[in-house]
T-cell receptor, first 116, second 112 residues
Framework: GAVVSQHPSWVICKSGTSVKIECRSL??????MFWYRQFPKQSLMLMAT?????????EQGVEKDKFLINHASLTLSTLTVTSAHPEDSSFYIC????????????FGSGTRLTVV | KQEVTQIPAALSVPEGENLVLNCSFT??????LQWFRQDPGKGLTSLLL?????REQTSGRLNASLDKSSGRSTLYIAASQPGDSATYLC???????????FGKGTSLLVTP
């Protein structure tokens, strides 16, 4: 199999604080992981590509200083939302793909972030 | 840039009907195509993966076809059930290791 675990599933934080979201590949190694954001009733929008051992690649319009990504091991990528504001409230979801032609992308269960 | 479009945006059918969800993409040079299901407030569950060299894949009541040359894929759901109610997403990467480009999804409601 190819299982991706994401934690926490939901978090409520005060405006101005930082929140860290973890994404783990449980039964495979992932040199690349992807972070998406989803607004209500909208599709997934790619935020950044997380690369193990190197800097993440951010999509246009995504503030790299606000959304810090760390991919320090082959099984763990973290997304930290710094100085969160209410407009950062959203559903964040990560993804990875196990190497091999028969494997598609596997997604975490997502994190619902609410900034109050 | 790869654009993925899904039609219809929403669909409501009575239980037992067979239905077809459509997905189109602008760049035919895809590595594969994947169909997902998303329940409200949840992550994505992979339903079917079709490699670029394949024409279709089947899993239970689901059948997905792929026509690369015309940039289209269809997801066929046979004998629909209320438990099939969810949003169905179609996605393609341009190449192996690239992030997925998603359509906006089809919101399906199957009524008892």
């Amino acid at each position: 199999g190819a299982v991706v675990s994401q934690h926490p599933s939901w978090v409520i934080c005060k405006s101005g604080t930082s929140v860290k979201i973890e994404c783990r590949s449980l039964d495979f190694q992932a040199t690349t992981m992807f972070w998406y954001r989803q607004f209500p009733k909208q599709s997934l929008m790619l935020m950044a590509t997380s690369n193990e051992g190197s800097k993440a690649t951010y999509e246009q319009g995504v503030e790299k200083d606000k959304f810090l990504i760390n991919h320090a091991s082959l099984t763990l990528s973290t997304l930290t939302v710094t100085s969160a504001h209410p407009e950062d409230s959203s559903f964040y979801i990560c993804s990875a793909r196990k190497t091999g032609p028969n494997y598609g992308y596997t997604f975490g269960s997502g994190t619902r972030l609410t900034v109050v | 840039k790869q654009e993925v479009t899904q039609i219809p945006a929403a669909l409501s059918v009575p239980e037992g009907e067979n239905l077809v969800l459509n997905c189109s993409f602008t760049d035919s040079a895809i590595y594969n195509l994947q169909w997902f299901r998303q329940d409200p407030g949840k992550g994505l569950t992979s339903l079917l993966l079709i490699q670029s060299s394949q024409r279709e894949q089947t899993s239970g009541r689901l059948n997905a076809s792929l026509d690369k040359s015309s940039g289209r894929s269809t997801l066929y759901i046979a004998a629909s059930q209320p438990g099939d109610s969810a949003t169905y997403l179609c996605a393609v990467p341009l190449n192996s290791g690239y992030a997925l480009n998603f359509g906006k999804g089809t919101s399906l409601l199957v009524t008892p």
